[in-house]
């Protein structure tokens, strides 16, 4: 697993739902590329700092691309979008904004986009009401004519398809990101849903992805902006293109996008949103009880949906002793300068959560993570916690974080309870992303020793003045 502070273009494999916010912290552009359900690594897009094309792993099937039956490219349409990029090459679009523009839609509008590619037209109804900075986006791109005469460079069967590169490589795009929008209301679970490719939260530009088919495993990791409501005929005919396996075959042709705005729309009128649940937070009143120790692990998942009050002192010092299959481990916990990320520790460990749970990932050459109950990376106790960046406590091998999360507003959070425990010495930079709240200060054999065979069997909190 890499400790993306360190490599932020790795991405790992079980926790890359987790751990993806410290790729997209402070890396290089990385290649934004939806991740097919067989080949793992998991959920998130495989970054690499090279083109796809560049990056051919063995080819596994022939040389020629699968050609649509029968397919007759469309004619050039007779309005294409005007506008600054349009003026240039595809190529030289490339990095050639600096910032994100500014809102120019009405998210109360319904928009229209119209691909008009070489294999005919397909038009999708964009979700400017759930996802209004990528609809903006997407908007102002494709009237600046920046799609214009762009391919569908990565075209798998079964998957999605893929544009918005005006590179054709699978690695450019506009000059900026921005976050993403992830509306619970919008799940991939159909054909025909349009969504922003990434290579880590908050890493969108100008690439964009059309699904074949259901594609759950994405949910949460890409925002969905879009629907088609005409021409599914036509994606189903874009010629696929595998880039790894015959990088030199160009995709089809996007002639260009065109915008149109309506008071109607052409699709079903979506379910009102689920109503707002009763908070249920953990408390300290039964700290003695350690009442979740009775639950099966994996009915301990998202148990609960808020973050609990304060019960600790902060002027008070806290350790706490965890006890695994290995043996014991003591952290000294920093309740004065994260007294948010303690108190939630603390809280957690008196009601037994953590007892049993597994190591859900280790790697020897970055970190330790444990939990989340049932070995799931987007499962944990059920709500995120404020993250307190930033502490002054010099960083070591043995210091403990929480998983952070980043939100749709740009806003970082952490975890409620999956846990990372550097096996490696951070860099002071990690600070900014990660909430240390404390440090091992006896055991770290214990912590050498401990692979993903092995389970907490409890944590013990220990007060003193």
């Known amino acids: 697993m890499n400790f993306s502070f360190m490599k ?29 359900a067989d080949n793992p690594p998991a959920t998130q897009p495989a970054a690499t ?9 063995a080819a596994t099937t022939g040389d020629e691309a699968e ?28 990095d050639m904004y600096s910032e994100v523009p500014p809102m120019q839609i009405d998210p109360s509008t319904i928009y229209y986009a119209t691909l008009k590619t070489e294999q005919g037209d397909i038009k999708a109804q964009l979700f400017a009401d759930r996802a209004p900075v990528t609809v903006n986006n997407f908007v102002f791109l494709a009237r600046e004519g920046f799609y214009n005469n762009t391919t569908f460079h990565r075209v798998l069967d079964g998957f999605m398809a893929q544009g918005g590169d005006p590179t054709g490589t699978g690695a450019g795009g506009p000059g900026y990101r921005f976050q993403d929008e992830i509306d619970p209301s919008l799940t991939f679970d159909r054909a025909g849903l349009l969504a922003m490719a990434n290579s880590g939260p908050a890493t969108n530009g100008s690439q964009f992805f059309i699904t074949f088919a259901p594609t759950e495993w994405l949910n949460g990791n890409h925002t969905i902006f879009g629907e088609i409501v005409e021409g599914a005929e036509v994606l189903d005919k874009l010629t696929r293109r595998d880039p790894t396996t015959n990088p030199s075959f160009e995709g089809d042709l996007l002639y260009t996008v065109l915008i149109e705005e309506s008071e109607t729309s052409l699709l079903p009128t979506p379910l009102p949103p689920t109503p707002t ?34 019960a600790i002192d902060t002027t008070r010092q806290y350790t706490a002793t965890i006890a695994t299959t290995q043996g014991e481990m003591v952290i000294e916990l920093y309740a004065d300068a994260a007294p948010v990320a303690v108190n939630n520790f603390v809280v957690l460990s008196n009601l037994g959560f953590f007892d049993g749970l597994p190591i859900n990932q280790n790697s020897p050459d970055n ?21 307190e960046t930033n502490l002054t406590h010099t960083l070591e091998v043995g210091s403990v ?30 600070n900014a992303q990660f909430s240390f709240f404390g440090r091992i200060i006896d055991g770290l054999e214990v912590l050498d020793a401990l692979t993903t065979e092995d389970t907490i069997e409890s944590v013990t909190v220990h007060e003193s003045e």
């Open 67 to 94: 050609e649509p039956a029968g397919s007759e490219a469309a004619p050039p349409p007779a309005a294409v979008s005007e506008g600054a990029a349009s003026e240039l090459e595809p190529a030289a679009r490339a």
């Open 401 to 430: 974080a929480y998983i952070p999360f980043q939100l749709p507003t740009g806003e970082l959070v952490a975890s409620g309870s999956q846990l990372l425990v550097a096996r490696i010495v951070p860099p002071a930079t990690a």
């Open 277 to 310: 649940p009763t908070p249920f937070a953990p408390t300290g009143a039964e700290a003695d009880e350690r009442l979740l120790a009775t639950v099966e692990p994996a009915q301990r998942a998202n148990y609960y949906n808020t973050a609990p009050e304060l």
């Open 367 to 387: 970190a330790l993570i444990f939990g989340s109950p049932d070995n799931n990376p987007q499962h944990d106790v059920g709500y995120r916690i404020q993250a």
């Open 49 to 57: 700092d090279t083109p796809v094309a560049e990056e051919a792993e």
């Open 8 to 36: 932020p273009s790795i991405l790992v494999s079980t926790l890359i739902a987790v751990v993806v916010l410290l790729v997209a912290a402070c890396g290089p552009a990385d290649t934004p590329a939806p991740t097919p």
